[in-house]
């Protein structure tokens, strides 16, 4: 593929489709059996691309399933009382849910965790994506998780909070949801984000948002216009309101990816009483809700200036992105800043550590200096904790 950016950045074999994923590929087939189909897509991709970390880059990005033990969680009609099925957020991957399909798991919770099309691959896998695919997924995944289980409830991950929404308003066999960092509303100069296809064809470039060197395993760094487009476009199709179920929400008031302050208003208008909301920021919100379990945000101790979108579903303890992981996001100097860029990327040497703030990219926090977006939750732990109430209340 040829063409550059506007900032010399050049694209590459990445940033067109892979020709294998496309479009959903699940539909008819039992859980296991995608997951080993999509597994087998992902190594074929990703040999092709010659990923330097070929198995790690697989396992992660694949689809997983997970049982609990014990003859307590067995349901009464069905081999498991309750599921949940796990969905990433745009332009991430299942990774992002493994740690939350652990603590489900634990809970007595029978875990599936499908892949959104054009995930998972290579960034130009999105070019001709459409939402409806994504819904697809979890459409499929609803299926296969309510065969098995007598109380079925969904949790998301930013996008995927948002396309549980949208399967929860569709399915009166949903008992509950679980929305972390949810993208109910996103800035609207998304809606505009396709005119580039216009032109485009004159100059590739044009599709993209930003052309990234995408050395992440997990997550694309490259980002074209085409998701953003779809994504706004899922965003109007969702519900005002949930529907009569308890609901576990988490967001931040720092978020620079989506609305956060949708989400509050979402969940004052809970209709159930048993529903929660945790909300990280650096100032508690004016007249807190009961329901609302406000956390302080900033660490300074641990030089952190407040929570991040991508903060929320990873603990301190993740071997990628955690706070001794060997992956730092410093995208938001690249490339316009390559000596900050540089620095950053070398903050992830423990003797460099201390030069770097961590906290979402916004002017202020930049202002303070170097800066990592920060990609875990210190406060995962509590997090957890409050989770696990709300279980345990579950009706």
Known sequence: MNGRGSD??????RHGPSGENSRFIGDGLVFGEYVRRTTA?????????GS???EKA??????FESYPAGDARKGKGKPYLRGVLLTHGLSDSPYFMRHLGAFFQRNGFRVMAPLLPGHGTQPGDLLGMRWQEWARAVRYGTECLAAEVDELYLAGYSAGAALSLLQSAQDERVRGLFLFSPALEISTRARCANLHKLYSWLSPENAWVGIMPDRDLYKYESFCKNAAAQMY???????KRGRDIPMFAVASADDATVHAAATLRFMQQARHSHSRLVWYAVQAPQGIAPHVEWIDSALPGQRILGSAHTAVVLPPEDAHYGAAGDYVNCLHYYPHDMQNYAMCLASLRDECQGDAWQGEVTEQNLGRGLLRRLMYN?????LEVSMQKFIEGLP
């Open 52 to 54: 330097a970390e070929l």
């Open 8 to 13: 010399g950045v050049r694209l590459e074999a």
């Open 41 to 49: 897509m992902l190594r074929r991709v990703h040999t092709r691309l």
């Open 378 to 382: 210190p406060h995962f732990a509590a």
């Open 58 to 63: 697989v396992a992660g990005n694949a689809p």
């Open 233 to 239: 476009a899922l965003t109007q199709v969702l519900p």
